[in-house]
Each structure stands twice: as C-alpha cells, then as structure tokens.
C-alpha cells in the first residue's frame, strides 16, 4: 500500500460521508460523518497494511468501510442517550 493510496482512501471516505449526509442516508450532521468515515477508512486502512485483510482494491475498501463505519458508530451510540 502506498502513499497515495492512503490519501485516495481518506478523499474517498470524506466523499461517502458528504453524499450520505447530503441524500439523507444519516442525520448526523455533514461534519460528524465525514469524522466516522474518515476513521473507519483510516482503521481499515491500517488493518488491511498489518494484516492483509482486503475486500478487493483500495478504492473498494475504502468505500466499504466508510459504509460499514457509518452503519455501526451512529447506532452503536444512538441508544446511549438519556
């Protein structure tokens, strides 16, 4: 995995984030879900350098951990408020 590659993750995962909050995918505001993207691509990114875990190609990666962190953060924390 290269350098670019990482950046590519990072603006891939912003763009997931932008375009789910823009369609109404999620309410979580346009900033906070393009930081859940953005952290969900970053881990995977790193699990997929030290372990070789992959899904297929960078792009596709990124794409699915964005979803997959978004999915998961926002649910995860939605029954926790009193």
């Known amino acids: 995995m290269g350098f670019f ?3 590519g993750t990072l603006v ?5 984030g ?5 369609y109404g995918f999620t309410r979580n505001g346009i900033i ?3 930081i ?3 952290g ?11 372990f070789g875990i992959r899904f297929g ?3 596709v990666n990124a794409i699915v951990s964005s979803i ?5 953060v926002p649910t995860h924390y939605r029954g926790r408020r009193k």
Request: proline residues 5%; glycine residues 10%; contains cysteine.
């Open 57 to 59: 190609s960078p792009g």
């Open 36 to 38: 859940i993207c953005l």
């Open 12 to 16: 891939l995962a912003g763009i997931i």
């Open 18 to 22: 932008y375009v789910s909050e823009k």
């Open 40 to 50: 969900g691509a970053t881990l995977f990114f790193m699990i997929t350098v030290m």
């Open 5 to 7: 590659a990482f950046f």
């Open 32 to 34: 906070p879900s393009m």
């Open 68 to 72: 997959g962190a978004l999915v998961i």
